[in-house]
């Protein structure tokens, strides 16, 4: 006997695993590498150099696809994907990625080592009571700190570790696991799709692009204030008609925080603002924010008063919570290896450039949010994607007479509405992941929003490239 669907019409027990999706995606991935020539474009350090490109020689086919040696982009011809490449992509993603995988496995190890604590559920039950656990207050307030953190300071890893406290209210309320996604999802990219000052994207496009880091923050200004009252009365919109399941002890503890709680959440806190510092100041990378990750579990759990070996299983089983997020962000570098080591991804840059060329300037502008949205698939990493394509793209723009602020515009649109949706990117899939929400069900929720931010976004790259 078959059994009964669900209310989507799939049979009950049905369920797309991201691993699944992920794998999907790398074999397309693959398969695209035998249809798509090889070509390069000559490089001054990161930076392509525009009018440079060419094809080169490739092994496809049969040949390239029962190779037993997997493709190396320095090889002369260039090799599409082969079966045992389709393989070794995998740890070679992995491997790509491992300091942001350590990094993402380690944020859940101190979240596990706080929640032991009783801090986060003290500290949540304390903000419940404060706002009479008034969604419709809570919500607004939440997305516009982490909207405000992400398009001013390039915030987005470092709410990972926010993610799970958001659960932890909307378990209290009775939403759905979507809840915590919701909110911190759509503030996190909307916030960097403007980024009125986001160094980490407007220190490489900027320039690139010829004009002054941190120039034309008024119009980015504007459309963060729009697009972010969208995400918020869409998200209330979500509140709204959701169907709550509230725990069956729904009263909350009105107690005042244990003097280790508020010194837990104190570290907490001391320990986001030695991460700002860190990476503002000294460049930190994925490996130094994972350790400072580890010493935030050690002095939580000192605080806290756990001992040894309680900090020890706490901290094991929050990285256990996190392994599926670890291994997405492993599977979606796998894409980017395969794609760049069949050397396709500068045939991509140049068909989409050509196609932008010799129409009016509004038409450019959203070309070019177009290609830089395509691109995102391929390389999620903002400033990857800038070294790449900006320096070619921006001759495009000026032939058309867009200046260099229409085009970073189009750059942050295309990017940041896109990595909404890009299946290859390892942060969005940590966050579902962490937030326990299924890719499929995340495109089904945040489509009607996204359709509309892409519309506004069209429109204010048409009257950019004519006023700004």
Do not use: C
Request: glycine share 10%; proline share 6%; net charge positive.
């Amino acid at each position: 006997m078959r059994p009964a669907p669900d209310d989507h019409g799939r049979p009950a027990g049905f369920r797309l695993h991201p691993v699944l999706v992920m794998i999907a995606v790398i074999v397309f991935a693959a398969l695209l590498t035998h249809l798509v020539d090889a070509g390069k474009f000559k490089r001054e350090g990161k930076l392509v150099v525009p009018g440079t490109y060419h094809v080169v020689a490739k092994i496809n086919g049969p040949p390239a696809l029962f190779s037993p040696t997997a493709p190396d982009a320095k090889e002369k011809p260039a090799r599409a994907a082969s079966v045992v490449s389709l393989f070794t992509a995998i740890p070679a993603g992995m491997s790509k990625s491992a300091a942001l995988i350590f990094m993402v496995m380690f944020i859940g190890g101190m979240f596990g080592v706080m929640r032991a604590t009783g801090a986060v559920d003290a500290g949540v039950n304390r903000l419940l009571h404060l706002t009479s656990s008034n969604l419709y207050v809570l919500t607004p307030i939440l997305m516009i700190v982490l909207a405000l953190g992400s398009t001013f300071l390039g915030f987005i890893s470092e709410y990972l570790v926010i993610i799970p406290i958001v659960a932890v209210i909307g378990q209290r309320l009775g939403m759905p696991n979507l809840f915590a996604m919701a909110v911190v999802g759509v503030a996190a990219k909307i916030g960097y799709a403007a980024s009125v000052t986001n160094p980490v994207a407007l220190a490489v496009a900027q320039p690139l692009a010829g004009v002054p880091v941190f120039s034309g923050m008024g119009p980015r200004f504007a459309i963060f204030a729009l697009f972010l009252a969208l995400g918020i009365a869409f998200v209330l919109a979500f509140v709204r008609r959701a169907e709550r399941h509230p725990p069956a002890e729904t009263e909350i503890d009105t107690a005042r925080l244990t003097l280790r709680q508020t010194g837990v959440l104190l570290a907490l806190l001391g320990g986001s603002v030695a991460l700002i510092i860190g990476t503002r100041q000294w460049d930190w990378g994925n490996p130094e924010l994972a350790a400072v990750y580890i010493a935030m579990s050690v002095v939580i759990a000192a605080v806290g008063g756990l001992s040894a070996s309680a900090t020890a299983d706490a901290f094991v089983d929050g990285m256990k919570s996190m392994t599926l997020a670890g291994l997405l962000v492993g599977l979606a570098a796998a894409v980017e290896v395969i794609l760049r080591d069949s050397q396709v991804l500068d045939t991509i840059i140049n068909a989409a450039t050509r196609a932008a060329q010799g129409h009016s300037p509004p038409v450019v502008a959203n070309a070019l949010m177009g290609i830089e949205m395509a691109l995102d698939v391929v390389i999620p990493s903002v400033s990857g994607k800038a070294t790449l394509s900006i320096p070619i793209l921006a001759p495009i723009a000026q032939a058309s007479g867009i200046g260099g602020e229409p085009l970073v515009i189009a750059f942050l649109l295309g990017s940041g509405l896109m990595n909404m949706l890009t299946p290859t990117s390892g942060m969005l899939l940590a966050y579902l992941a962490t937030s326990r929400v299924g890719y499929l069900e995340w495109v089904r929720f945040i489509a009607p929003l996204w359709l509309v931010l892409v519309a506004l976004a069209g429109v204010i790259l048409a009257l950019a490239s004519v006023h700004l």
